[in-house]
């Protein structure tokens, strides 16, 4: 699987935007982007994916680089809620490849 | 919730007991899977079952042995673990499918195991 880099931890103040760095200069064209996040005391929770454009959704938007080789997962408006281990992970779903594989994330925390 | 439950949400357990974890998930997924958390290292990936067969199973040893009776139910048999076993192990589902969508995982919230 290609490698994703993330920094260990990040810091950001309650109601401004954070943006989470990913940068994946190995992946291949068939390597979908995911983002999950983990609450404390539960398991992983799936944010949002893309591939090449830039997507947005509910909880939060991915901005792609165009050559693909980094993104970065914007939370808007960081709550409190929001303090979770980031995972950027890359999913190559070609031939009925299911796997996902985390890495170590990033620790986001949020300052009242 | 989920969609995707596990039970318990903790076990103690001895070394030379027997207990298996259970897992169950009502969304119509095709795939599951068993990963371990242990403390401060990242998720790691044991079993992968597609429709219902096992298709993946990463070095785990013997003394865990999974079981997947059906598309909606998972289990995780335990015998014989030793205390670097104790750790949060945790249920997902998927629907595989030939799109290259990339579909999401559901994660439960896990099982705390603790060896003793």
């Known amino acids: 699987d290609a490698k994703t880099t993330q920094p260990n931890s990040m810091e950001s103040n309650e109601e401004e935007p954070v943006h989470l760095p990913c940068n994946h200069s190995?992946?291949?064209?068939?390597?979908?982007i995911h983002w999950y996040r983990q609450l404390p005391s539960q398991g992983p929770e799936y944010v949002i994916h893309?591939?090449?454009s830039n997507v947005n959704n509910r909880m939060a938007s991915l901005a792609i680089a165009e050559d693909r080789k980094s993104s970065t997962l914007i939370l808007h408006r960081a709550t409190l809620r929001d303090a979770a281990v980031y995972y950027c992970?890359?999913?190559?779903?070609?031939?009925?490849?299911?796997?996902?594989?985390f890495g170590t994330g990033t620790r986001l925390t949020i300052i009242p | 919730e989920t969609g995707v439950t596990q039970t318990p949400r903790h076990l103690v357990m001895g070394m030379t007991n027997k207990k298996s974890l259970k897992c169950e998930q009502h969304?119509?997924?095709?795939?599951m899977y068993w990963y371990k958390q242990s403390a401060k290292k990242p998720l790691e990936l044991m079993f992968v079952?597609?429709?219902?067969?096992?298709?993946e199973n990463n070095s785990v040893p013997s003394r865990f042995s999974p079981e997947c009776p059906n598309s909606s139910h998972l289990f995780l048999h335990l015998h014989t673990l030793q205390p670097e076993d104790s750790a949060l192990y945790l249920c997902?589902?998927?629907?595989?499918?030939?799109?290259?969508?990339?579909?999401?995982?559901?994660f439960g919230s896990g099982t705390r195991l603790t060896v003793v």
């Open positions: 992970i890359l999913r190559d779903v070609s031939f009925g490849n299911e796997k996902l594989t």
């Open positions: 997902a589902s998927s629907q595989k499918g030939g799109t290259g969508t990339g579909y999401g995982y559901t």
């Open positions: 190995t992946i291949s064209g068939t390597d979908y």
């Open positions: 079952y597609s429709l219902e067969e096992r298709v």
């Open positions: 893309g591939l090449t």
């Open positions: 969304l119509g997924h095709n795939a």
